[in-house]
């Protein structure tokens, strides 16, 4: 669990237009190691949250600061390096090269890591039960076989920070729990974990689930 803080967002507002408030003076310390749960309904800000911790947006006022880095002063090279060498991405959508199979995908993120070790890939889809589907591409993957490749291709670089947005989505019960079994084994080993979700099964395996009403933290738990 907890030894220490990993995120510290400080005051973060989010403006679009200028005008729409996405999220609102939002305040939250993450530790090292926990399980976090982003809740609330449609609109309330979870993903704009998700997407600012993992600098694929920026915030319009406030500081996120990650690992001890002001992200928000990061130039472009070194926010690529962060999001390469830090963060994992698993999305409700996959992102998946469909010309490319399973095991190409996988190394792909080792690529941009200026690595690419099959055997590592090989490895990465064994342990998410795709040992049998490695030259499999996407379109011959079922909805749960394709989100464990994504898994897969979150960790292959071993980050310190997981996020996931909604990656149960689209995902029926059986693969959902399959799913989960993953996320609580990387609970396990001691990643930091934030998944935004509207599910209050995937929610209450958290350490912590927050909030979020109209763009501003409503409770804590």
């Given at each position: 669990m907890s030894n220490g803080t990993l995120i510290d967002i400080k005051g973060v507002s989010k403006f679009y237009n200028g005008k729409v408030c996405a999220l609102d003076k939002i305040n939250l310390a993450i530790g090292k190691?926990?399980?976090v749960s982003i809740m609330g309904p449609s609109g309330s800000g979870k993903t704009t949250l998700l997407n600012i911790i993992s600098c694929l947006d920026r915030p319009s006022a406030g500081l996120v600061i990650v690992g001890g880095a002001d992200i928000g002063r990061l130039d472009h090279t070194e926010l690529t390096r962060f999001r390469r060498e830090t963060v994992g991405l698993i999305f409700q959508q996959f992102h998946l090269v469909p010309y490319l199979d399973?095991?190409?995908?996988?190394m792909l993120a080792q690529y941009f890591h200026s690595i690419a070790d099959e055997e590592e890939a090989r490895q990465a889809l064994e342990r998410v039960g795709l040992g049998d589907r490695l030259r499999h591409m996407p379109s011959q993957l079922s909805g749960g076989e394709q989100q464990r490749?994504?898994?897969a291709r979150a960790l292959i670089n071993q980050p310190k920070l997981v996020l996931a947005d909604e990656p149960t989505g689209n995902l029926d019960q059986k693969n959902e729990e399959l799913v989960m079994e993953l996320f609580q084994a990387m609970h396990r080993e001691g990643h930091t974990i934030v998944i935004?979700?509207?599910d209050p099964d995937v929610g209450k395996l958290a350490d912590r689930r927050v909030y979020l009403e109209h763009g501003s933290i409503r409770s804590i738990e």
């Open positions: 190691g926990e399980w399973a095991l190409e995908n996988v490749a994504c898994i935004v979700t509207h």
